[in-house]
């Protein structure tokens, strides 16, 4: 399973884009990186998954050079409400394989100030 | 909808004590994980289903540990004779199955062993 690396912690402030950027370097052929986003005493939320170049939601943006061996969550424009963990995950994705398990880190807190 | 739920939400058992917890995953759904999360740590893996079938439980710290999902939908973590280093809060997440990595979490049940 590949580990990911990924800073304790960022500041930013209110109206800023902040980009949180996670090192893979033992990425395989079939993972793909998946972002969770974990508020005090609340169970992490799914934020953005993507296996190569960029993809885009209404939350966040997730860009993947193209050796795959990081990558970075892009969040536009954050709020005090944004304040989090935030979880940078790689994982197997074949539907056939029964090793569905992540890895978690101790992910990077971001706070967001006024 | 409704979302995965757990109860309780808190426990407190006293060492040597069984625990039950529940987990209701959200409907349909394929998949169901089970985390430990200790205090400023990311969640760790316990144990997977893949609708009754138990296809990993590698994270299953000891053998006080046991899961199961016997219908495919509810699933219940027991521990049996707590000790003092099972408190953590326990997080159950589903999945709809396919390619992602996309799970739902619960809230989370807070467990103390005092």
């Known amino acids: 399973l590949a580990k990911t690396t990924q800073p304790i912690s960022m500041d930013s402030y209110e109206g800023q884009e902040v980009n949180i950027t996670c090192s893979h370097n033992?990425?395989?052929?079939?993972?793909?990186i998946t972002w969770y986003q974990q508020f005090p005493s609340q169970g992490p939320r799914f934020i953005i998954q993507?296996?190569?170049?960029?993809v885009t939601n209404e939350v966040a943006s997730l860009f993947i050079p193209a050796d795959r061996k990081s990558s970075t969550l892009s969040l536009p424009r954050v709020s005090l409400s944004d304040t989090a963990v935030y979880y940078c995950?790689?994982?197997?994705?074949?539907?056939?394989?029964?090793?569905?398990?992540?890895?978690w880190g101790l992910g990077t807190s971001l706070a967001v100030n006024p | 909808g409704a979302g995965v739920s757990q109860s309780p939400r808190y426990k407190v058992a006293k060492r040597g004590q069984d625990v039950a917890l529940r987990c209701d995953p959200i409907?349909?759904?394929?998949?169901l994980f089970w985390y430990q999360q200790a205090l400023g740590q990311g969640p760790e893996f316990l144990t997977y289903?893949?609708?009754?079938?138990?296809?990993?439980k590698s994270g299953l710290p000891s053998d006080r540990f046991f899961a199961e999902r016997p219908e495919g939908s509810v699933s219940t973590l027991k521990i049996q004779r707590t000790q003092q280093e099972d408190s953590a809060v326990y997080l159950c997440?589903?999945?709809?199955?396919?390619?992602?990595?996309?799970?739902?979490f619960g809230p989370g049940t807070r467990l103390t062993v005092t």
């Open positions: 033992n990425i395989a052929t079939n993972d793909y």
């Open positions: 409907s349909g759904h394929v998949s």
């Open positions: 997440a589903s999945s709809p199955g396919g390619r992602t990595h996309e799970q739902y």
């Open positions: 995950l790689v994982g197997d994705m074949e539907v056939a394989g029964n090793n569905r398990k992540l890895i």
């Open positions: 993507g296996y190569k170049t960029k």
């Open positions: 289903f893949q609708n009754e079938a138990q296809l990993d």
